[in-house]
């Protein structure tokens, strides 16, 4: 009771010094990681309950308790680092003489409450923790449960990640619709191959059905544009399947990504993307262009439509941007690229709203689209593609999220802030779904991975070499983990 009474007043105290301190956003993305591995062990936990075995722990966070209490045999409890979780069930992966370790700190808590702290009940507990678990207890346990049972249980966790996304998913798309597949631009090259026009909707891209804008350049960008691109258009209600050769450029880029749109309407230029030249120049994601090469830009349509006529070459070009309220100036020195494009543009700003059905429909096909984009991503860093500042952990995650939510905040409200972190929740658990269902010791992929070999060979596989396999197994992720906090640490302070 009283490691409770203060792990609540750290608690409260690290809460009301982040307000204090202006730093709520931080403390809201917080919050929401902390909800999607409550979901994630939630999952769990149902499923175990449903299937009659005794849940010992639920906890949020790792390391020691924060807040402990005990309730319909279940220990519930915050702990002090929110970046982790675990439900504990009765025999699962521990010893059954010491199942009773719970209820003798319960015991010793209880003592000191009522003031019993005599030599006689501290020898009743310390009795008890040695005693093995009662023969009516053993049908409650996890290993007693049949192989499917068990397998319910532990992919219930993944599979609730993936009911939280799309519950998540359909709040968005509820409030502001989905990203149609619309065609914004058009080569004259490729419009007189394809017959392509603006206004025109993308249904398939190189054999993939495309249901959203933000789909094709998830596979732009991870894939790469090939020399010969198929596409799958609608034009007035027809479809016409066409290829064609990509248009290979050769030309100086200044390294932004900018948006057309917010709310479903024609917005400032806003910096969506800051790599290569405008990283170096020190623009940021989220700067509002109002001035290039000293002309005036009120929309990305001024700023397309200048460059088109004074092409970007090797020469320095200068953009002022509002930042913070700010006017500021950066110099930006184009760099020379050759890539395969398009050829034409498609919008993934612009939002248009939908029924009830079409939000359940858009619904799964978001949280099939951050499965598919965790899945390209863990290829493409498998491939040697990504760079060590592509990869992210909590700390970064945390950090990204509340900028974000900062900047919406201050730019579009409310409102759109709440979009934005919960449209971060919805990478989090998809991603978290999918990372825990690979086949990997420690993870609960790698617990599966084991259920479903005996459930093909018929009989429980050697628990000493599970337990080798998995603590093997989490050793190398705890080890992972600690070079992505470092990581973390040099990208988020720029170490």
Not at 27 to 37: D, E, H, P, S
Not at 161 to 177: E, H, P, Q, R, T
Not at 301 to 311: I, L, N, R, T
Request: charged share 25%; hydrophobic share 45%.
């Amino acid at each position: 009771m009283k490691n409770t009474i203060i792990g609540a007043i750290l608690m409260v105290g690290a809460i009301v010094a982040l307000i204090v301190t202006g730093h709520l956003n931080i403390l809201l993305a917080i919050f929401m990681i902390g909800l999607v591995i409550c979901f994630h062990e939630f999952g769990h936990f149902l499923l175990a309950r449903i299937n009659g075995v005794t849940v010992k722990e639920f906890s949020i966070g790792l390391g020691p308790r924060l807040i402990t209490w005990k309730m319909r045999g279940t220990r519930w409890s915050l702990k002090l680092l929110p970046f982790g979780g675990s439900c504990l069930m009765l025999g699962d992966d521990e010893p059954l003489t010491t199942t009773k370790e719970d209820e003798l700190d319960e015991k010793k808590d209880e003592a000191e409450e009522d003031g019993k702290k005599d030599a006689e009940a501290s020898e009743d507990a310390e009795a008890e923790k040695k005693s093995e678990l009662p023969k009516d207890e053993e049908g409650c346990s996890f290993a007693s449960k049949n192989v499917w049972q068990r397998i319910s249980i532990i992919f219930a966790g993944p599979f609730f990640n993936f009911i939280l996304a799309f519950l998540l998913a359909c709040i968005i798309l509820g409030s502001i619709g989905y990203d149609p597949a619309i065609v914004t631009s058009v080569s004259d090259e490729v419009a007189e191959k394809t017959g392509l026009s603006v206004g025109d909707t993308i249904t398939e891209y190189e054999d993939h059905t495309i249901r959203i804008g933000r789909e094709v350049a998830l596979y732009e960008t991870l894939d790469g544009v090939p020399k010969t691109v198929t596409i799958t258009y609608e034009h007035n209600g027809e479809s016409f399947t066409k290829t064609y050769d990509s248009v290979y450029v050769k030309r100086y880029l200044c390294g932004i990504g900018y948006s057309y749109y917010q709310d479903g309407t024609v917005a400032p230029m806003k910096l969506t993307d800051a790599v290569g030249a405008a990283a170096e120049a020190g623009l940021k994601v989220g700067d509002e262009v109002i001035r290039f090469n000293g002309t005036e830009i009120a929309t990305a349509a001024d700023f397309q439509k200048y460059v088109s006529e004074h092409p970007i070459g090797a020469d320095p070009v200068e953009f002022v941007v509002k930042r913070d309220g700010q006017e500021l100036t950066f110099t930006v020195t184009p760099i020379l690229t050759e890539e395969n494009q398009l050829g034409f543009g498609y919008n993934v700003d612009y939002r248009e709203k939908v029924g009830p059905i079409g939000v359940i429909k858009y619904g799964a096909n978001e949280v099939g689209y951050w499965i598919k984009a965790t899945i390209k991503s863990l290829g493409y860093m498998l491939k040697g593609k990504a760079s060590r500042k592509d990869v992210g952990g909590a700390v970064r995650v945390v950090s990204e999220m509340s900028n974000v939510v900062e900047e919406s905040y201050e730019t579009d409200g409310t409102f759109y802030a709440f979009l934005n972190l919960i449209n971060w929740a919805i990478l989090l658990s998809a991603n978290l779904g999918v990372m825990n269902l690979l086949p990997i010791p420690a993870l609960d992929g790698g617990r599966l991975l084991f259920l479903f070999v005996e459930a093909i060979r018929g009989k429980k596989a050697n628990p000493k070499v599970e337990a080798v396999v998995t603590l093997i197994g989490f050793i190398l992720l705890m080890l992972l983990m600690v070079l992505i906090l470092f990581n973390d640490i040099s990208n988020v302070f720029g170490g």
